[in-house]
């Protein structure tokens, strides 16, 4: 398989989930998750009308950035940011989806105000209240999202989940479920009802298209699209 059948194969799967769940068709987003992937290969998915494309490590974009240059694309951190190397992911990133807690978000505004930029950011959630995982806990989200919407210089845009590793696609539905919910939830909480909606980042390779029936308007594919990863190092 090669990545222009992989990438019409997984569009073809997210419009039938749409229209089996009732949503326009295009209501959905796809990210290319590209950790792994060396620039020739990103350059692929970009020259094939790819967008918006995630990395989960600041080194790892730093590295095959360069290379990438010239392309009107949207970069989003999808993974754990510490706090020492936001500076430099706001040299990378318009967005940040792995936001999980209030002190990073108050460094990423100064840090913002600073050079002038307004990146979005989504709350991590933690759903399956994992231990080893980052992400904020769903009761504590209410409070990250109130400090968030102090900041000045970041956008708050929706929220995003990694629910816990499952070996069948359906076991995710309560959690992508419990995320929809959570989103309506804060958004009454902290009246942001009438606010422009939120994104609902969910649904990986293994689940997008359960993802998308329960309301993702982003979700996020690597070995659906560019095949099987090598195992991370760590
Ligand atoms: C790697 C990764 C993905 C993509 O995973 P696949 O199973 O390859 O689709 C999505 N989201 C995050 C946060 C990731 O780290």
């Keep these: 398989m090669n990545f222009a059948e992989n990438l019409a194969r997984v569009r073809e799967r997210m419009a039938a989930a749409c229209a089996r769940s009732g949503r326009a068709e295009n209501s959905a987003r796809l990210m ?75 460094r ?32 504590a989200a209410a409070g990250l999202a109130a400090a968030v919407l102090a900041c000045p210089n970041l956008e708050l845009r929706g929220l995003m989940a990694i629910p816990p590793a499952a070996d069948r696609p359906e076991a995710q539905r309560p959690y992508f479920a419990a995320l929809r919910e959570l989103a309506g939830r804060l958004r009454h909480e902290l009246a942001l009802e009438a606010a422009p909606a939120w994104e609902l980042s969910m649904g990986m390779s293994q689940d997008y298209e359960i993802a998308i029936e329960e309301g993702a308007t982003l979700v996020r594919l690597g070995a659906a699209l560019f095949g099987a990863r090598p195992p991370q190092r760590l």
């Design 108 to 139: 990423l505004d100064r840090l913002a105000g600073e050079r002038h930029l307004r990146p979005a950011v989504l709350l991590e959630i933690n759903l399956g209240r994992e231990a080893q995982k980052s992400g904020i806990l769903p009761e």
């Design 32 to 106: 290319a998750v590209t950790k792994t992937q060396p620039a020739e290969r990103i350059r692929e998915a970009l020259e094939l009308g790819l967008r918006l494309l995630g990395e989960n490590r600041v080194q790892e974009a730093e590295t095959k950035r360069p290379a990438l240059a010239g392309y009107a694309a949207e970069w989003h951190l999808i993974g754990p940011l510490q706090a020492n190397k936001a500076a430099r992911a706001l040299a990378l990133f318009q967005a940040v989806q792995s936001l999980d807690r209030s002190e990073l978000a108050r």
